[in-house]
T-cell receptor
Framework: GNSVTQMEGPVTLSEEAFLTINCTYTATGYPSLFWYVQYPGEGLQLLLKATKADDKGSNKGFEATYRKETTSFHLEKGSVQVSDSAVYFCALRGGSNYKLTFGKGTLLTVNP | DADVTQTPRNRITKTGKRIMLECSQTKGHDRMYWYRQDPGLGLRLIYYSFDVKDINKGEISDGYSVSRQAQAKFSLSLESAIPNQTALYFC?????????????FGPGTRLTVT
C-alpha cells in the first residue's frame, strides 16, 4: 500500500535559517504529492503540490521537487520566519485512488 | 467566511454519550471526508463520501457513523463515546474534477471523552 515517511521533529531553527524537511514515499503508479501546513489552532492548509515527476511546487517561499528516482518530495525554504512555525505534513494521492495518505507531521519552531 | 466550517469547535463529553460533529461547506465540492488527528500519528481517514448517496468506510471507522444530509453537509457521529476517541477531528472536501484532487480542510473539532 501507499505510505509516507517524513523526518521526525521537532525542528527548531533561528529566523533566516535554511529549512529542509525530508519526505519519502512508497506508492504504486504515479502519485500526486502535497505539503500541508497546520498553524497553531487551525486546520490543514495546502502549501504546495506536484503532480508528476520533476515538477516543482512552490508557495510562500517554500519549494519541493517531485523526485521519482529517489521517491522523495523534500520541503525547503531558504530563510524561515517566526510566522512559519507550524506542523508540516507530507501527503500523497496514489494513481486513481481518491485517498490522501499523510506522514506523521513535523513540528517546526522558528525563534527570533 | 470560511469555505469549510465545523461545529462545535470544542466538545467535552462523558463515556457512553452519543455526540455528533457537523461539517458544512460552501465550495460546491462533491466529495467530503472525516479524519482524526492524534499526536505522532498524523491524520487517519474515518469515512468518506463521493456524493449524497455514496458513503464509504475509511481505515478507522469502527465506533463511528456518518450522514450526508446534502451535498454541502456531512456529519460524524460517535454512538457511544469512549476515551480513546479523544482526538482532533477534521472535515475535508475535494472536487472530482481536476487531476490532483487536493483536499480542503475545516478548522477542526477538539473532542475530549472523559
Amino acid at each position: 500500500g501507499n505510505s509516507v515517511t517524513q523526518m521526525e521533529g521537532p525542528v527548531t531553527l533561528s529566523e533566516e535559517a535554511f529549512l529542509t524537511i525530508n519526505c519519502t514515499y512508497t506508492a504504486t503508479g504515479y502519485p500526486s504529492l502535497f505539503w500541508y501546513v497546520q498553524y497553531p489552532g487551525e486546520g490543514l492548509q495546502l502549501l504546495l503540490k506536484a503532480t508528476k515527476a520533476d515538477d516543482k511546487g512552490s508557495n510562500k517561499g517554500f519549494e519541493a521537487t517531485y523526485r521519482k528516482e529517489t521517491t522523495s518530495f523534500h520541503l525547503e525554504k531558504g530563510s524561515v520566519q517566526v510566522s512559519d512555525s507550524a506542523v508540516y505534513f507530507c501527503a500523497l494521492r496514489g494513481g486513481s485512488n481518491y485517498k490522501l495518505t499523510f506522514g506523521k507531521g513535523t513540528l517546526l519552531t522558528v525563534n527570533p | 467566511d470560511a469555505d469549510v466550517t465545523q461545529t462545535p469547535r470544542n466538545r467535552i463529553t462523558k463515556t457512553g454519550k452519543r455526540i455528533m460533529l457537523e461539517c458544512s461547506q460552501t465550495k460546491g465540492h462533491d466529495r467530503m471526508y472525516w479524519y482524526r488527528q492524534d499526536p505522532g500519528l498524523g491524520l487517519r481517514l474515518i469515512y468518506y463520501s463521493f456524493d449524497v448517496k455514496d458513503i464509504n468506510k475509511g481505515e478507522i471507522s469502527d465506533g463511528y457513523s456518518v450522514s450526508r444530509q446534502a451535498q454541502a453537509k456531512f456529519s460524524l457521529s460517535l454512538e457511544s463515546a469512549i476515551p480513546n476517541q479523544t482526538a482532533l477531528y477534521f472535515c475535508a472536501t475535494s472536487d472530482h474534477r481536476g487531476h490532483a484532487y487536493e483536499q480542503y480542510f475545516g478548522p477542526g473539532t477538539r473532542l475530549t471523552v472523559t
